[in-house]
């Protein structure tokens, strides 16, 4: 899925604008906003999703991204701009359909690393091999997204076959793990009452980290330049190898905690490494106790480390650990969709409200104001879901407060 939306980020389109605003940043923000456009969508969509119907869900929104890309190409810009909302809308459900193959299951915490540790890599993997497309083949910037696609298309058959081999869980699987099963609307309201403080601390804390992942991501290119590897195509493979590695042997580790509201747990602590790495490590660069390429591995780290749980692993111990009539899909879109919200927030902020704050001076300010709003978010979490399982008649008790949330 990488490779039909992160390509482009690597080409700089030096000298373009829209109505005054930088090219690049306009397609960053229109790609945003379908994506998280898509996230809201979701939240219905792979909630209610059942799997005779995935395979052709999971194909047909790759085909629309990818003649998008083709169209961005074929339309001269500015005016092909639209054309990356229309790529950034369908691919914002690849996520849920291929993560619903492997929740509920006693080696979803293996699958699902390993899942994750795929888009830290295929991120850095993919904008190498954009790069490597414009530098090898001379691809222009406009067909070199179109191009990659296309590269990764044939694999992508290979694998969506191969996703469908997967059996159903078994009865043991569905004892550990609790039976996954569609959700309509009243379930999704039902369950977001149930646990609607503790959501909506961690929902404002994913809604800042994804806003600064995204912001790392999109603009690697750019943070690598002001930090000296300018032209140094391997940069952003290396470094997010690294991350992988490190970020697939913690989440390994948990498959072994077969307790699962220990396994929540051990997520909390976590999500507080990272908080901590992130800022420590923000402020031994800016004091040079270390270097630029040591600082960008840290940072990748530490948002990571609490990234990756979001997207999978939390949610699938939380729907277990609680005995959740429901699947992991509708809790992960419900954060993701204001995470992207959060990150198209952020360039826009960036880029009309404080002057002209270098890439790297507002990233590492960012660090901290994250840092400092997740501390209090995940300690309160803990706390709050420590208190709802030890007092486990509390658990149903719902709010009288009413929601207006269209879930």
């Known amino acids: 899925m990488y490779a039909f939306r992160k390509p482009f980020t690597v080409a700089r389109f030096d000298h373009l604008q829209v109505l005054g605003v930088d090219y690049k940043i306009v397609l960053i923000l229109l790609q945003v906003l379908g994506y998280a456009t898509s996230k809201f969508i979701g939240i219905k969509v792979i909630s209610e999703l059942t799997p005779n119907k995935r395979k052709f869900y999971f194909l047909g929104l790759i085909i629309i991204s990818e003649v998008a890309l083709l169209l961005f190409a074929l339309v001269p810009a500015p005016y092909n701009v639209v054309f990356m909302f229309m790529n950034g809308l369908p691919l914002g459900m690849i996520w849920g359909i291929v993560f619903s193959y492997l929740e509920g299951r006693k080696t979803t915490e293996i699958l699902g690393i390993i899942l994750c540790t795929s888009f830290i890599v295929s991120s850095g993997v993919v904008k190498s091999i954009g790069m490597w497309v414009m530098q090898a083949w001379g691809a222009s910037e406009f067909w070199m997204p179109v191009v990659t696609g296309a590269l990764f298309f044939p694999p992508l058959l290979l694998f969506i076959f191969l996703l469908e081999k997967i059996p159903a869980p078994t009865a043991e699987d569905i004892a550990e793990k609790t039976e996954r099963v569609p959700m309509n609307r009243a379930e999704r309201k039902r369950v977001f009452r149930q646990f609607a403080l503790p959501f909506s601390f961690l929902i404002l804390f994913y809604t ?8 790392r991501d999109n603009f690697a290119r750019e943070l690598w330049d002001s930090i000296g590897y300018t032209g140094d195509v391997s940069v952003y493979s290396k470094s997010e190898i690294i991350v992988s590695l490190i970020v697939l042997v913690i ?17 909390h602590y976590i999500l507080l490494l990272g908080i901590v790495t992130l800022a420590v490590s923000t402020f031994l660069f800016q004091h040079h106790y270390i270097n630029a390429f040591v600082w960008m591995v840290a940072t990748g780290f530490g948002l990571y480390i609490c990234y990756v749980p979001f997207n999978a692993l939390f949610f699938d111990r939380f729907i277990a650990a609680f005995k959740i009539k429901g699947n992991a899909g509708f809790l992960i879109y419900l954060a993701d969709s204001f995470g992207y919200l959060g990150s198209m927030l952020v360039l826009l902020y960036k880029n009309f409200n404080i002057g002209h704050i270098s890439w790297l001076d507002f990233f590492c300010s960012g660090t901290y104001i994250l840092a400092a709003v997740a501390m209090v978010a995940v300690i309160y979490s803990y706390f709050y879901l420590n208190n709802k399982f030890n007092n486990p008649e509390n658990i149903h008790k719902q709010k009288k407060w009413k929601t207006n949330l269209t879930l």
């Open 251 to 267: 989440f390994g580790a948990l498959y072994f905690i077969k307790n699962n509201i220990k396994a929540l747990y051990t997520y």
């Open 208 to 215: 800042l980290l994804t806003a600064f992942r995204d912001f």
